[in-house]
């Protein structure tokens, strides 16, 4: 029952080709709970701690685009750099867990569990990302869309690892917003990420389907209006489409209706936002 | 590298070894069953009371979450290890002092969040200090002397500074 510590990329991918059984590990919020409650027991562990390539992150202002490695921290999103490139990726992070939380857990993380309540999910989606794979043989790159694929499950082969991903920056206003019980320590009952890139609106759900969804036919909606069409009615209405578009269910921590309604009601608030920033 | 029968983990500046232990287990029971060091406490075990908070490599991070053979070479630092000599640190004087701690469960945790913010903000306002100690739970005291005990602390760092 061995744990692995590899140091490099081609270590993890050659020993994850000897062993593909082997749970990948960075920073243990999700799959530590299910061991200290005896749901798992792990037999093999391949830790991704020590690989610098998945620690890195930067921001290319010609492209546009915002590279985040795997197991950066989302304690490093919530501030400086990454936060004014991505405020929507901020606002998300910053609702994660507690700062102990935030200082361990990851969008490798976040992407390898593939909750639908996962709190980065919806803003991978709204800003079109893409998720960096690699195998002892290959690497290719993922839409966000095509990599979530159900609740808790995704695209990913059991022999490749989660690099990092590409999020492109928008030209317009991009936010969060997200309902829980309480305000701290909370995982989403819904959430929301709206972006406006190129006048065109984007809004992707969390929590009220079983993969992240995109209301593709709200977008198409308010877009065919135009933002400056956009009233208080205009963004009621848009409210109430993306809730039609939401496909929630009763569970332990609320109901299908009151996720259908609060769901709407951040959409309308971000959309209101977007449009008076 | 891999490990089987032992590992090693550099807690508070000293090599431990850890011998026979299960894959499967946390560095908040290593620490406190293998290597008697029983200052960071279990509450939740799932990362939502922060009752047993570390640094590994200067973050702060819940024990309890983190599998103790991924951080071998790491840098751990436990609440037993804030004071090299083992006498009270000015976080922890000014709780004893300003009635902070109650059952004190909660306690070793919240000191160690507490350094944690000062060592990276040395004049946080009020939000700041509840932000960073959201993660820290307490059942006893609702709060108010522990946001007073960091109040003193940092009214006596600026004091003894200037």
């Known amino acids: ?277 | 590298m891999s490990q089987h029968e032992y590992y090693s983990l550099t807690v508070n500046g000293e090599q431990h070894i850890v011998q026979d232990a299960w894959i499967g287990e946390s560095l908040l029971y290593v620490l406190r069953e293998r290597l008697g060091l029983p200052g960071s406490k279990g509450a939740c075990e799932q990362g939502e009371c922060g009752s047993c908070t570390v640094y590994i490599d200067n973050a702060a991070v819940c024990s309890c979450l983190v599998l103790a053979a991924t951080v071998v070479g790491s840098d751990i630092a436990t609440v037993e290890g804030l004071n090299d000599d083992g006498s009270l640190t000015d976080v922890q004087e000014a709780f004893v002092t300003e009635g902070a701690v109650q059952c004190g469960f909660c306690t070793p945790g919240l000191v160690m969040a507490v350094h944690h913010l000062l060592e990276h903000n040395d004049s946080p306002n009020e939000q700041e200090v509840k932000e960073a100690l959201s993660g820290n739970i307490c059942r006893c005291t609702g709060y108010g002397r522990i946001f007073a005990a960091v109040e003193s602390v940092i009214s006596v760092r600026k004091s003894t500074a200037s």
């Not at chain 1, 830790?47 to 992150?57: A, P, Y």
């Not at chain 1, 290959?138 to 990599?147: E, K, L, M, N, Y």
């Not at chain 1, 320590?185 to 929301?192: E, F, G, L, R, T």
Request: with cysteine.
């Open chain 1, 1 to 277: 029952m061995p744990v692995f510590i590899p140091t490099s990329l081609s270590e993890a991918t050659d020993l994850l080709a000897a062993h593909p059984s082997a749970q990948l590990l960075t920073g243990g919020t999700d799959f530590m709970v299910e061991v200290n409650f005896n749901h798992r027991h792990p037999d093999t562990v391949l830790s991704l701690r020590k690989l610098t390539e998945l620690q890195e992150w930067n921001i290319d202002h010609s492209s546009g685009l915002v590279h985040i490695g795997a197991s950066v921290p989302y304690a490093t999103m919530e501030h400086g750099e990454l936060a004014t490139a991505l405020p929507a990726l901020a606002e998300a992070a910053r609702t994660v867990g507690s700062p102990q939380i935030r200082a361990a857990g990851s969008l490798g993380g976040n992407l390898g569990t593939c909750s639908p309540a996962g709190d980065s999910l919806p803003v991978l989606s709204a800003l079109n990302a893409t998720v960096h794979l690699i195998s002892q043989t290959s690497q290719r790159t993922v839409p966000f869309a095509d990599f979530m694929v159900g609740p808790k499950r995704n695209s990913k082969l059991p022999n490749e690892i989660i690099t990092g991903v590409t999020i492109p920056m928008t030209t317009g206003w991009q936010g969060y917003a997200k309902v829980g019980v309480r305000n701290a320590m909370v995982i989403s009952v819904a959430s929301v990420c709206l972006a406006i890139h190129d006048n065109q609106v984007r809004v992707a759900l969390g929590s009220v389907g079983p993969t992240i969804i995109r209301a593709k036919e709200s977008e198409l909606w308010i877009n065919s209006l135009g933002l400056s069409q956009i009233s208080e009615v205009t963004a009621r209405e848009f409210g109430q489409r993306v809730s039609q578009e939401s496909r929630p269910i009763d569970d332990h921590r609320s109901t299908a209706e009151y996720r259908r309604h609060a769901v709407g009601v951040l959409a309308t608030r971000l959309l209101q936002r977007g449009i008076s920033a």
